[in-house]
């Protein structure tokens, strides 16, 4: 069954009421945010200019207009659905307060944090960096997603690779079997996603911006639309701008309707619709790993390895994702002006610790004294092209 797109103009009050109940597996929504304002921005080109109004007579006035609306959202969510409420501080008192009225405070989920920078002369006062996403369902029966991140620089990476237990005192202590040796942990995804989300906000001149005043980046809609439907699921988003919603869901295959009150919005929505334009982000790509404290030119030497770095280790540099004979497999690159004999016994020490039955040592230049294959422990293989070596599995046989 091929996913469908349709984007409308209207109030979503009128025609989400006139939609079947139960039918949409996940909503998004980005309302005003009670800032009191007129927003307009213009496009690139500066040819067009788009602008709406979020003016307010009282809290009371902007509190009913969206109590109104979720209302009927909550009707057409499916029992497995759920919603995410897009918000700043101008106003999430008042919309945490109707979600927990509407969908109850049992199925409160996350207040997620959309953390970013954006440059400002503001002299007074703390810089807004962030802004806040409310995560709820509709029965304690949702669809949810793991999203694993990696590991942050601060991380022992080979420590998590050990399997604990608690002693007689319930003390954490590492697993050992019969021997003494210490048990290795169950291979690890990464780190479960958290309620901070460090997503770059769009700047002036990234691809995806269409110069709608409050439109966001897709990368922050997939995120959204992974953790909560699946491919094929109906999304919804009732005050869909510039259409970024729309333009994510067709990215991962689910079907999905949006609503706008403005002609403008529908109608570039629409637009890019058509021709999907997707901004990469360099910081997201690199991510933290740009500031690790590990040796980045032997990692570099081993980057096109399915490896895990290790942080805080003089003897090893990464480990293998995939275990040996289910232990951990430390790689060691030879440093520059290092000699043989020492990478060997620094790599020798640190595998003794883990356990390793297996351990890798990268050979980078050649030793004015040459290791005599006596020298060289039967678990430590020395190799000198990583890439072709390790990823053909030799290793395992």
Not at 294 to 302: F, G, K, S, T
Not at 365 to 392: C, G, N, R, W
Request: proline share 5%.
């Amino acid at each position: 069954m091929s996913n469908t797109y349709n984007i409308i103009q209207g109030d979503c009050l009128d025609i989400v009421q006139g939609m079947q109940q139960n039918s949409v597996n996940l909503i998004y929504l980005d309302p005003p945010f009670f800032t009191q304002k007129q927003h307009s921005l213009k496009t690139r080109d500066r040819q067009f200019e788009f602008s709406y109004d979020d003016l307010w007579e009282s809290h009371q006035d902007y509190a009913k207009f969206l109590h109104d609306r979720l209302a009927v959202l909550y009707n057409v969510l499916r029992e497995d659905g759920s919603i995410f409420v897009h918000c700043d501080t101008h106003a999430n008192y008042i919309i945490r307060a109707i979600l927990d009225h509407i969908f109850g405070q049992e199925n409160f989920r996350s207040e997620i944090i959309w953390s970013y920078k954006r440059w400002s002369n503001s002299k007074k006062g703390l810089l807004p960096a962030h802004q806040t996403i409310f995560f709820y369902s509709k029965t304690n029966q949702f669809i949810f997603n793991p999203i694993y991140c990696d590991y942050s620089e601060s991380t022992n990476i080979d420590q998590i690779l050990q399997k604990r237990t608690r002693d007689e005192h319930g003390k954490a202590v590492y697993a050992r079997d019969d021997h003494g040796e210490i048990i290795p942990a169950d291979p690890k995804k990464g780190v479960p996603l958290s309620d901070v989300w460090e997503i770059p906000y769009l700047n002036p001149k990234a691809k995806e911006r269409v110069g709608y005043p409050s439109q966001k980046p897709i990368l922050l809609l997939e995120q959204i639309i992974e953790l909560a439907s699946n491919p094929g699921d109906i999304i919804l988003d009732p005050f869909c701008g510039s259409g970024t919603t729309i333009i994510a869901a067709k990215l991962l295959n689910r079907s999905a309707w949006g609503i706008d009150i403005s002609p403008d919005a529908v109608q570039i929505s629409k637009d890019r619709l058509k021709t999907p334009i997707k901004s990469e982000s360099l910081l997201l790509q690199k991510g933290r790993k740009a500031y690790l404290n590990a040796n980045e030119d032997a990692l570099n030497i081993i980057a096109s390895l399915d490896i895990i770095p290790v942080q805080r280790n003089q003897g090893i540099d990464a480990i293998l994702k995939q275990n040996y004979q289910g232990k951990p497999v430390p790689i060691r690159v030879q440093r520059q002006g290092e000699s043989l004999h020492k990478a060997l016994a620094l790599l020798n020490k640190a595998s003794q610790i883990k356990g390793a039955v297996k351990s890798i040592l990268v050979k980078t230049s050649d030793d004015l004294f040459e290791l005599e294959m006596t020298d060289i422990p039967d678990h430590i293989m020395i190799i000198e092209a990583p890439a072709y070596a390790v990823q053909k599995g030799f290793y395992l046989n």
